[in-house]
């Protein structure tokens, strides 16, 4: 079994400090490329957390999508788990984006109905409800670039994280939207520490940009940054915003050293494909692809892709979070992330993203 608990937050008391660990999943027939022997797979750890809740567990994410006929199985367990929770009088609640459950109603229209379940949908005008996190008894926390979804336990690259300890911040987090999907007013929240809130509007304090924006200002050797699509212009919204563009220019101005990967998906765009060659260019700025092999097996939807969203600065400190890198995940839509400064978690994104920038799955943005 795969356990590897890091603690942060040095400047709580030993007893008070949270407990964190990667979790990772990795692609069918990927494994001897880039399964991490020291970091548990997302299956294990999420049945961990719902196994382990004593009264009350919460879950906010993007939308839940079930197995398919044949596949899923890893999910399945899961979804077992979290219907044997109210057996054992633990209370469930659920929150899902509203757009979203309408593509995926299965488990949202069965959930409704199952005793011990309560299942809210939180409705954006522009972004979506983004978030893939869990939370069981305000103490323990899984946050990460995983949806609820079977592929992204077996056919995606995620990355995520486990903690054990203080969670305030993040459960209250989840209260405001749990209200907000009723239709209450919540006011703008301020957080402190390490925890990062989008959309801007909702948190003038603990801004998930702003820490973004910090952390590359500080940057004096190197960035490693790894996120599914990076670009400066929404493809969605239209709306721009060169600021961690400009955040990037400027630290390879200085003397840094930039590594950008990217997932072939976004290049899909010929505007975004041609944006991200143009940054190439930029002396100090080298932008590589991350292509999954296709599954011998056959096609799977909406899978094969590298989905991870981390940032490592001076192989020092960073930032994982549930954002990819477009105006509107973090002016619009509800994302969370970590900021950490620990040698040790640090040392092992330092190895997980060296991993990929160096494995056969990725190439240079110029290679055909």
């Not at 040095?10 to 020291?38: F, G, I, K, N, Y």
Request: aromatic share 10%; hydrophobic share 40%; proline share 5%.
């Amino acid at each position: 079994m795969k356990r590897f608990f890091l603690p942060l937050l040095l400047s709580l008391p030993l007893w008070a400090q949270p407990q964190r660990e990667w979790v990772e999943s990795v692609p069918q027939e990927t494994e001897q490329v880039l399964d991490d022997p020291h970091i548990r797979q997302t299956s294990e750890a999420w049945l961990e957390l719902i196994e382990g809740a004593q009264s009350q567990l919460d879950l906010e994410f993007f939308y839940l999508r079930p197995p398919e006929a044949g596949h899923g199985q890893a999910l399945a367990k899961v979804i077992s788990a979290i219907e044997a929770c109210p057996g054992r009088g633990v209370k469930v609640r659920v929150l899902v984006d509203d757009k979203f459950s309408r593509t995926y109603p299965q488990l949202v229209d069965r959930w409704q109905c199952r005793s011990g379940f309560e299942v809210r949908k939180l409705s954006f005008p522009v972004g979506v409800l983004h978030l893939k996190m869990m939370l069981a008894d305000q103490r323990q926390l899984f946050l990460g670039s995983q949806n609820f979804d079977w592929t992204s336990l077996e056919h995606i690259r995620e990355l995520g994280v486990l903690q054990t300890g203080e969670v305030g911040d993040f459960q209250a987090i989840f209260e405001d939207d749990w209200r907000r999907a009723a239709g209450q007013t919540v006011a703008a929240r301020e957080v402190s520490g390490q925890a990062v809130f989008s959309p801007r509007p909702w948190h003038p304090q603990g801004n998930e940009l702003d820490c973004l924006l910090q952390l590359l200002g500080q940057a004096q050797d190197s960035i490693a940054l790894q996120v599914m699509t990076f670009g400066p212009l929404d493809p969605h919204s239209g709306e721009r915003d060169d600021s961690l563009d400009q955040a990037l220019r400027q630290a390879a101005s200085r003397g840094v050293k930039v590594h950008l990967l990217v997932a072939d998906w976004a290049l899909r765009q010929k505007a975004a494909a041609d944006y991200l060659k143009q940054l190439d260019q930029v002396d100090g700025i080298e932008v590589r692809v991350s292509r999954i092999p296709a599954w011998s097996q056959g096609e799977v939807a909406y899978a094969r892709v590298a989905h991870c969203k981390y940032l490592l600065i001076d192989g020092e400190q960073g930032w994982m979070g549930t954002s990819n890198w477009e105006p509107g995940y973090f002016h619009h839509s509800r994302n969370a992330g970590i900021r950490f400064e620990e040698e040790g978690l640090a040392q092992s994104l330092r190895s997980y993203f060296e991993r990929d920038w160096n494995g056969p799955y990725v190439r240079p943005i110029h290679t055909p």
